[in-house]
Protein backbone atom coordinates (compact mmCIF):
# COMPACT_ATOMS: atom_id res chain seq x y z
CA UNK A 1 0.00 0.00 0.00
CA UNK A 2 1.43 3.16 -0.71
CA UNK A 3 -0.04 6.58 0.34
CA UNK A 4 1.03 10.05 -0.48
CA UNK A 5 0.10 12.32 2.69
CA UNK A 6 0.02 16.08 2.47
CA UNK A 7 -0.24 18.24 5.63
CA UNK A 8 -3.12 20.68 4.31
CA UNK A 9 -4.82 23.82 5.96
CA UNK A 10 -8.13 22.79 4.13
CA UNK A 11 -8.90 20.11 0.94
CA UNK A 12 -12.18 18.94 -0.95
CA UNK A 13 -13.22 16.31 -3.64
CA UNK A 14 -15.46 16.71 -6.17
CA UNK A 15 -17.18 14.40 -8.47
CA UNK A 16 -19.84 15.51 -10.75
CA UNK A 17 -19.94 18.84 -9.48
CA UNK A 18 -20.73 17.76 -5.89
CA UNK A 19 -18.43 17.52 -3.13
CA UNK A 20 -18.23 14.40 -1.52
CA UNK A 21 -16.03 14.95 1.31
CA UNK A 22 -14.39 18.16 2.81
CA UNK A 23 -11.60 18.74 5.31
CA UNK A 24 -10.17 21.99 7.21
CA UNK A 25 -6.99 21.06 9.33
CA UNK A 26 -5.27 17.66 8.65
CA UNK A 27 -4.21 15.26 5.93
CA UNK A 28 -5.07 14.49 2.23
CA UNK A 29 -4.21 11.16 1.94
CA UNK A 30 -3.66 9.73 -2.07
CA UNK A 31 -4.05 5.85 -1.52
CA UNK A 32 -2.92 3.26 -3.63
CA UNK A 33 -3.31 -0.25 -3.34
CA UNK A 34 -1.05 -2.70 -5.01
CA UNK A 35 -2.36 -6.96 -5.75
CA UNK A 36 0.05 -7.69 -2.82
CA UNK A 37 -1.20 -6.10 -0.26
CA UNK A 38 -3.31 -7.14 2.80
CA UNK A 39 -5.53 -5.90 5.65
CA UNK A 40 -2.02 -5.73 7.68
CA UNK A 41 -0.58 -3.17 5.43
CA UNK A 42 -3.71 -1.08 5.61
CA UNK A 43 -3.48 -1.71 9.72
CA UNK A 44 -0.26 -0.86 9.78
CA UNK A 45 0.01 2.81 7.61
CA UNK A 46 -3.53 3.76 9.73
CA UNK A 47 -1.92 3.22 12.80
CA UNK A 48 1.18 5.28 11.31
CA UNK A 49 -0.61 7.81 10.23
CA UNK A 50 -2.70 8.50 13.20
CA UNK A 51 0.27 8.88 15.17
CA UNK A 52 3.31 11.12 12.83
CA UNK A 53 3.66 14.41 14.91
CA UNK A 54 4.02 16.49 11.61
CA UNK A 55 2.23 19.59 13.20
CA UNK A 56 3.96 21.99 14.59
CA UNK A 57 3.82 23.08 18.68
CA UNK A 58 4.26 26.43 20.40
CA UNK A 59 7.56 26.20 19.24
CA UNK A 60 7.06 25.98 15.76
CA UNK A 61 8.59 22.33 15.62
CA UNK A 62 6.59 19.28 14.09
CA UNK A 63 6.09 17.74 17.13
CA UNK A 64 2.04 17.15 17.36
CA UNK A 65 -0.20 14.02 15.98
CA UNK A 66 -3.57 14.92 13.88
CA UNK A 67 -5.42 14.07 17.21
CA UNK A 68 -3.66 17.10 19.05
CA UNK A 69 -4.47 19.60 16.81
CA UNK A 70 -8.34 17.85 16.00
CA UNK A 71 -7.43 17.36 12.45
CA UNK A 72 -9.26 15.58 9.77
CA UNK A 73 -8.68 13.45 6.91
CA UNK A 74 -9.69 13.21 3.16
CA UNK A 75 -8.97 9.66 1.67
CA UNK A 76 -9.26 9.13 -1.66
CA UNK A 77 -8.07 5.91 -3.92
CA UNK A 78 -5.83 6.16 -6.67
CA UNK A 79 -4.54 3.61 -8.20
CA UNK A 80 -1.89 5.59 -10.27
CA UNK A 81 0.19 5.57 -7.41
CA UNK A 82 1.38 2.29 -9.21
CA UNK A 83 1.76 3.06 -12.33
CA UNK A 84 5.25 1.90 -14.11
CA UNK A 85 6.38 4.02 -16.15
CA UNK A 86 9.83 2.57 -16.59
CA UNK A 87 8.97 1.16 -20.33
CA UNK A 88 8.04 3.47 -23.19
CA UNK A 89 5.75 6.73 -22.87
CA UNK A 90 2.46 4.82 -21.76
CA UNK A 91 2.57 3.98 -17.75
CA UNK A 92 1.54 0.13 -17.22
CA UNK A 93 -0.74 -0.32 -13.88
CA UNK A 94 -0.09 -4.02 -14.01
CA UNK A 95 0.84 -3.90 -9.94
CA UNK A 96 -2.39 -2.14 -9.02
CA UNK A 97 -4.75 -4.18 -7.65
CA UNK A 98 -8.06 -4.92 -9.18
CA UNK A 99 -10.39 -2.72 -8.23
CA UNK A 100 -12.63 -5.41 -5.88
CA UNK A 101 -9.44 -6.04 -4.06
CA UNK A 102 -8.69 -2.00 -3.84
CA UNK A 103 -12.19 -0.83 -2.81
CA UNK A 104 -12.26 -3.38 -0.20
CA UNK A 105 -8.62 -2.61 1.21
CA UNK A 106 -9.23 1.42 0.59
CA UNK A 107 -12.35 1.42 2.65
CA UNK A 108 -10.46 -1.23 5.46
CA UNK A 109 -7.79 1.10 5.49
CA UNK A 110 -10.19 4.22 6.28
CA UNK A 111 -12.26 2.16 8.94
CA UNK A 112 -8.80 1.36 10.40
CA UNK A 113 -8.36 5.44 11.00
CA UNK A 114 -11.61 6.04 12.23
CA UNK A 115 -10.87 3.47 14.99
CA UNK A 116 -8.14 5.37 15.61
CA UNK A 117 -11.13 8.11 16.06
CA UNK A 118 -9.86 10.32 13.66
CA UNK A 119 -12.63 11.90 11.12
CA UNK A 120 -12.41 10.56 7.82
CA UNK A 121 -13.71 11.91 4.58
CA UNK A 122 -13.81 10.27 1.53
CA UNK A 123 -13.71 10.40 -2.54
CA UNK A 124 -15.82 7.89 -4.84
CA UNK A 125 -14.04 4.62 -5.58
CA UNK A 126 -13.42 4.71 -9.07
CA UNK A 127 -14.87 8.15 -9.63
CA UNK A 128 -13.52 11.12 -11.74
CA UNK A 129 -12.59 13.11 -9.24
CA UNK A 130 -11.33 16.95 -8.89
CA UNK A 131 -9.33 17.37 -5.22
CA UNK A 132 -8.66 20.55 -4.31
CA UNK A 133 -5.86 21.52 -1.50
CA UNK A 134 -4.47 23.88 0.08
CA UNK A 135 -0.77 22.10 1.25
CA UNK A 136 0.16 23.25 4.63
CA UNK A 137 4.04 23.94 4.51
CA UNK A 138 4.32 22.18 2.12
CA UNK A 139 4.43 19.19 3.86
CA UNK A 140 4.34 15.85 2.06
CA UNK A 141 5.35 12.62 2.74
CA UNK A 142 5.31 8.99 0.75
CA UNK A 143 4.36 5.71 3.07
CA UNK A 144 4.66 2.88 1.29
CA UNK A 145 3.93 -0.58 3.26
CA UNK A 146 6.62 -2.56 2.04
CA UNK A 147 9.35 0.05 3.41
CA UNK A 148 9.12 -0.62 6.80
CA UNK A 149 11.75 -1.17 8.85
Known amino acids: MRIVLQRVKHASVTVEGQITGAIQQGFLLLVGVSHEDTLQDAELLASKIAKLR ?3 DQDGKMNLSID ?5 ILSVSQFTLFADWRKGNRPSFIRAAKPEQAKAL ?26 ELFNDGPVTLILDSKETA
Open 54 to 56: IFN
Open 68 to 72: QVGGQ
Open 106 to 131: WEEFNHFLRKQGLDVQTGIFAADMKV
